[in-house]
């Protein structure tokens, strides 16, 4: 492979949209993404509410495809792999991996973030057997069934509407006063008849050896209640996927990396968008805008 302008690693909303811009202004662009589908976790959310141009919304299995889409007809090269080590060379930055390798005068990390873990015993053990992070991947394995979610987001809000067409009843479990998703959003999971609330409450344990039966909860003031429950999805955060970075930049104690306004990581060529940063916004658009900006800056260069 010829020596690329532009080498964007990660295929969500932020490094989409960065591979389009870049490549719209004629520079060498290539993405590299280890999922078979463009869009990142974005693909597996149903229902996102708080993008503009969709008023009733639009999935995220949708969505990803059609920004992919854009890049792919602006002229930017589409690889599938993981990459394993990133350093910088003569010619900028090298990139390699199961796919080979890859050189770059700039290079746009974009790797997104994973879910959170609770922490409490036997979360790893029930996982899959009643403990999911996708509500829209695993959701109809527990039609009919009684579910909690744990966190009080927009990712907690967006699945909650999702999965209350599909249980008998949902809870949510959030550790504040009131969740910090939308409150448009909220407002639509509040009104639903199947749907329940504790807030300023935290799931400390979990009930069930092979599979999940129950949950225990505990309130603000220590009391703790024990919850019949088949399914928890658990929504409280994100750790940010840098490895890459680490022998790069200095992260923080959480994970992120450090970035100007033009989202350079302070590295020749090397910038950081979306999830990854400090001071993120956790938004779909806003993840956008990182791309964008990382592209700008690298077109203003050339």
Not at 90 to 99: M, N, P, R
Not at 129 to 138: E, L, N, P, R
Not at 196 to 214: A, K, P, R
Not at 277 to 284: A, Y
Request: some cysteine.
């Amino acid at each position: 492979m010829n020596k690329r302008d532009v080498t964007i690693v990660g295929g969500g909303i932020a490094g989409l949209t960065a591979a389009f811009f870049a490549a719209r202004e004629n520079l060498t662009t290539t993405i590299i993404d280890n999922q078979g589908v463009s869009g990142g976790v974005l693909i597996n959310v149903d229902s996102i509410q708080n993008f503009p141009g969709f008023p009733d919304g639009i999935s995220g299995y949708e969505l990803g495809p059609m920004i992919a889409g854009q890049a792919s007809a602006s002229g930017a090269e589409f690889v599938f792999g993981s990459v394993m080590d990133i350093h910088q060379c003569e010619d900028g930055w090298e990139l390699s991996g199961d796919f080979g390798s890859v050189v770059s005068t700039n290079l746009v990390v974009a790797t997104g973030s994973q879910p959170a873990r609770l922490g409490v015993s036997n979360e790893e053990q029930l996982y899959g057997h009643g403990i999911s992070y996708c509500a829209t991947c695993d959701g109809d394995f527990f039609r009919d069934e009684d579910v909690l979610i744990a966190g009080g987001g927009d990712a907690a809000l967006d699945e909650a509407l999702v999965l209350a067409e599909i249980v008998n009843s949902l809870t949510i479990v959030h550790h504040g006063d009131s969740p910090t998703g939308s409150k448009a959003t909220l407002a639509r999971v509040q009104a639903l008849p199947n749907v329940g609330m504790l807030t300023n409450s935290e799931i400390v344990g979990l009930n069930g050896d092979d599979v999940l039966i129950g949950a225990s909860v505990r309130d603000e003031h220590g009391s703790i209640q024990d919850l019949d429950c088949t399914g928890l999805f658990v929504y409280v955060g994100s750790n940010p996927q840098t490895n890459l970075l680490q022998d790069w930049c200095e992260l923080d104690a959480l994970g992120h990396v450090a970035v100007d306004d033009y989202m350079s990581t302070g590295v020749v060529g090397l910038y950081a968008v979306g999830d990854i940063r400090q001071r993120s916004s956790g938004l779909l658009l806003g993840s956008a805008a990182d791309g964008m900006a990382a592209a700008r800056a690298i077109v203003a260069k050339n």
